[in-house]
């Protein structure tokens, strides 16, 4: 397995003999305004360059898109993807969307799917607390999140745990699948007046104390302007708790290998 941080949620996983790019965001740095009425929105996203050469994300089995929120599916992947590239979504209504804007192999994954040898098994969680989501108008902008449990023979089991926070079926996911790898998107996203909307350093503590054995690497951070949880306050951090042997905190362009 070669996992490659590339920006924000957007990952380059090679695993069981196929390559995935994982919820891409391709514009270039400052394309598009701060996201409204959240953490520092004076800033424009993407908050830093693509540190590899599009061309180098685009030869690729399946791309899979967990949501279609801005940082995770953008214009910009929308105008440099093929239109005939497998693209595997959530639920049925981003497939929709996403066949309208032009992809022709769209496939909404099951609860467990298979793809040549490996088994994708899309998993629950929660975008943003209990009192965000009883806001109607904000519970419709977060909508739905899926993370993702990767299962292949000859492979360690790998879970991308998605645009979530803690919530019981991330901790379900944890202990159903007992995964090797865990991706947790850690950057502490922040929605004025509701707080976060991902997972943030104490979320890092958390799954480690619950599944001590696996390591655990953190993404979805510095590339965006809500993100507020720097690597390096995280680093220090998994440094004072002493985790820090179980915890990798890739650099955009990074690659981890199991």
Not at 5 to 24: C, H, M, S, V, W
Not at 150 to 165: M, S, V
Not at 168 to 178: A, F, G, H, I, K
Not at 220 to 243: P, T
Request: hydrophobic share 45%; with cysteine; aromatic share 6%.
């Amino acid at each position: 397995m070669k996992l490659t941080q590339i920006r924000n949620a957007t990952l380059l996983l090679e695993y069981g003999g196929k390559k995935f790019l994982i919820d891409p965001m391709l514009a270039d740095q400052a394309a598009w305004p701060g996201f409204p009425n959240t953490a520092r929105s004076h800033l424009r996203n993407p908050l830093v360059a693509l540190p590899v050469a599009l061309d180098a994300l685009l030869d690729v089995d399946a791309v899979i898109v967990t949501h279609t929120h801005q940082d995770h599916w953008d214009e910009a992947a929308q105008q440099a993807i093929a239109k005939d590239t497998l693209i595997f979504t959530q639920h049925a209504d981003d497939a929709a969307l996403i066949r309208a804007q032009g992809f022709k192999q769209v496939r909404v994954l099951d609860d467990s799917s298979e793809f040549a040898a490996i088994t994708i098994i899309k998993t629950g969680g929660q975008h943003g607390s209990d009192d965000a989501y009883a806001n109607p108008q904000l519970a419709a902008l977060l909508g739905d999140a899926c993370g993702l449990v990767f299962q292949h023979p000859d492979e360690k089991t790998l879970y991308i745990a998605g645009d979530t926070i803690w919530v019981p079926p991330y901790v379900d996911s944890l202990t159903r699948w007992q995964p090797e790898i865990v991706v947790l998107n850690a950057g502490f996203a922040q929605i004025d007046g509701f707080g976060a909307i991902i997972m943030g350093k104490e979320d890092v503590l958390r799954t480690h104390q619950l599944l001590p054995q696996a390591t655990i690497v953190a993404s979805h951070m510095e590339a965006v302007n809500h993100c507020i949880l720097s690597r390096q306050e995280l680093r220090e951090y998994v440094d004072q708790h002493g985790i820090q042997n179980s915890v990798l905190i890739p650099a955009n362009g990074e690659s981890c290998i199991f």
